[in-house]
């Protein structure tokens, strides 16, 4: 979750402020505010992965769709290098 996001929550979810007078600060709306909030309490409790971890999924998938086609040409024979 970006930190603008994480700061907003935290001004309700720490410092206490009334939601609607946290809308009105940073100009959302009540429903995009209790979203993040509900996001947030995901991500801590592990039922969401961040935006971090969901970016390392992404690559390390990438990665293994990578070196899976790799090893599909490995075991391939090689072919002969020598014209008849």
Do not use: C
């Not at 410092?15 to 600060?25: D, E, G, M």
């Not at 909030?37 to 039922?47: A, D, F, M």
């Amino acid at each position: 979750m970006p930190e603008f996001k994480k700061d907003t929550v935290t001004l309700v979810s720490e410092q206490r402020y009334s939601i609607s007078n946290v809308v009105k600060a940073v100009g959302t709306t009540t429903n995009i505010l209790r979203r993040w909030i509900k996001e947030l309490e995901q991500e801590e409790g592990g039922v969401r992965l961040s935006v971090d971890e969901r970016s390392e999924l992404n690559r390390l998938r990438r990665e293994v769709r990578q070196l899976r086609m790799e090893k599909e040409l490995l075991k391939r024979p090689a072919p002969s290098l020598r014209k008849k």
